[in-house]
């Protein structure tokens, strides 16, 4: 009788391990699924919502009677939305990764993210109201000519300071925690199946508009050096993942061709404007990379 009931404790014991096994076998399989697919729909809406509510704001002039300079104008609530919209799309991407990221950095990053953007946007839209007013992008703060004569001097100063909000706090509060996000998303992007390492049709239909928005962000945002370094982290995490065995799966390869395209369009932009003697007396660093409002402001806007 004792011996009947060890060999029941003893399979009930099997059992149990059985069950707790299992749960480990259907998180494995979601793993699996989720290195398998291909995040489209969050690709696609990050396209579109940086093409829209990013690069075209600046372009949207609507008549004065509607947004007066004295209040927030139409590009000013794209920003707005910007600001909402890509935190939650950053999110949503680091929820869907096959592998357990830190929420701390992901956390912190995301609210930098959102300062940076906002101290951007309240300088960029009063940058865009001196535009209206005669201020030329491809001359500094004090070669303007609206800003030059301005009496006391002491207000150029203030001036100056906006810019520096605008062009440098601002940005880098923006860009360095965006860049950081994409890497540690793209660092879970490996896997050891060939099959999950091929970009689907839609990848590359929307490779082209994103890389396009990345040169955008890298030369308009002036962090060249930003994106650069960003770049040759992930290209030294495709290394050291492949002396494991794996290489980046469907995502992490649209993440890698995308600025890899971006990489290339900034050369050939550097080389097309390498010779302009404005642009390289307002670009004067170590990188020349001129901006394209500047270009636009210099050469297209006075032809017309």
């Known amino acids: 009788t004792q011996s009947c009931k060890r060999r029941k404790h003893r399979s009930a014991q099997a059992k149990t391990k059985n069950q707790k096994g299992t749960p480990g076998v259907s998180k494995e399989n979601v793993a699996q699924k989720k290195k398998q697919r291909f995040h489209f729909d969050l690709w696609l809406c990050l396209t579109v919502q940086n093409w829209i509510l990013d690069f075209g704001r600046p372009i949207i002039i609507l008549p004065l009677e509607w947004f007066p300079l004295n209040k927030p104008s139409a590009g000013d609530y794209f920003h707005m939305a910007y600001n909402v919209i890509t935190p939650f799309l950053l999110l949503k991407l680091i929820e ?9 950095a992901v956390y912190l990053c995301i609210i930098t993210f959102v300062m940076g953007a906002s101290i951007h946007l309240v300088g960029d839209s009063i940058n865009h109201r001196l535009i209206l007013s005669g201020y030329q992008l491809h001359l500094s703060v004090r070669e303007n000519p609206i800003i030059k004569d301005l009496k006391p001097a002491s207000l150029i100063d ?12 601002g940005h880098l509060m923006w860009y360095i925690p965006f860049f950081i996000i994409l890497f540690i998303y793209f660092s879970g992007c490996f896997s050891s199946g060939e099959e999950q390492k091929k970009v689907p049709l839609a990848g590359w239909l929307l490779l082209g508009p994103s890389a396009l928005y990345y040169w955008y962000l890298v030369t308009e945002g002036q962090i060249a050096e930003l994106f650069l370094l960003t770049f040759v982290a992930m290209v030294a995490m495709v ?5 494991k065995g794996l290489g980046p799966d469907s995502n992490g390869l649209f993440l890698f061709y995308s600025f890899g395209v971006t990489v290339l369009l900034v050369a050939l932009w550097v080389a097309y404007l390498w010779n302009d003697p404005v642009l390289r007396n307002k670009y004067p660093g170590l990188i020349y990379v001129p901006e394209p409002w500047s270009y636009y402001t210099l050469h297209i806007k006075k032809s017309h």
């Open 158 to 169: 203030s001036f100056e300071l906006l810019y520096y909000y605008d062009e440098h706090l």
């Open 239 to 243: 290394i050291f993942q492949h002396h």
């Open 96 to 104: 869907r990764s096959p592998r357990v990221l830190s929420r701390t």
